[in-house]
């Protein structure tokens, strides 16, 4: 008789549980579909990113502080003795740069940094051909120089009048 009574309660209580239904622990349990309910928004007229209307003394400084940035990576990869890849695109960037900064001055002044864009050019092609990195600190020498005359000539307080 006590097992009999024992076997009702438990059967009670799972019947209870049964009926009262946990609806938290049934969807911890369940699968989740894998796709993707939510519609996707199509974009019917796609619009240009114009980037923020910056003035040209703006613009002249963002192009020297990227230009100097770069020209501090390669010197960089130069003294680490990095690889010639990293050389090769600090030193494309850094003349990017330059050539950004000089079709923003006057004529005049566009003929005097085309010389450091010729020797970013050169210093370009001294990198590539060294391709074990035996000229390391010529090249280092080299981009030094090239970068303490720009830093004399073009920063932007010497130069705010010839911006076109």
């Known amino acids: 008789m006590r097992l009999k009574k024992i076997v009702l309660l ?3 209580c799972v019947l209870l549980l049964d009926m009262a239904g946990c609806e938290s622990f049934t969807r911890k ?6 796709k993707n309910d939510q519609a996707v928004e199509m974009v019917l007229a796609p619009e240009e990113y114009k980037g923020p209307n910056m003035t040209k003394e703006e613009l002249y400084r963002q192009y020297f502080l990227f230009w100097k940035s770069w020209q501090g990576e390669l010197k960089n990869a130069f003294t680490q003795k ?3 890849k990293k050389k ?18 006057v004529p005049e002044m566009q003929k005097s940094i085309d010389v450091y864009i ?3 050019i050169d210093l370009l092609d001294s990198i590539r051909n060294d391709v074990y990195g035996i000229n390391d600190s010529r090249n280092l020498n080299i981009a030094e120089g090239i970068e303490s005359d720009i830093h004399k000539g073009f920063v932007y307080p010497r130069i705010k009048n010839y911006l076109k």
Do not use: G, H, P
Request: net charge positive.
């Open 29 to 34: 349990f369940t699968r989740k579909s894998k």
């Open 118 to 120: 010729n020797k970013t």
């Open 88 to 105: 090769e695109d600090c030193a494309q960037e850094a003349l990017k740069n330059l050539v950004n900064m000089k079709n923003m001055l």
């Open 10 to 12: 438990l059967l009670f």
């Open 82 to 84: 990095l690889s010639l």
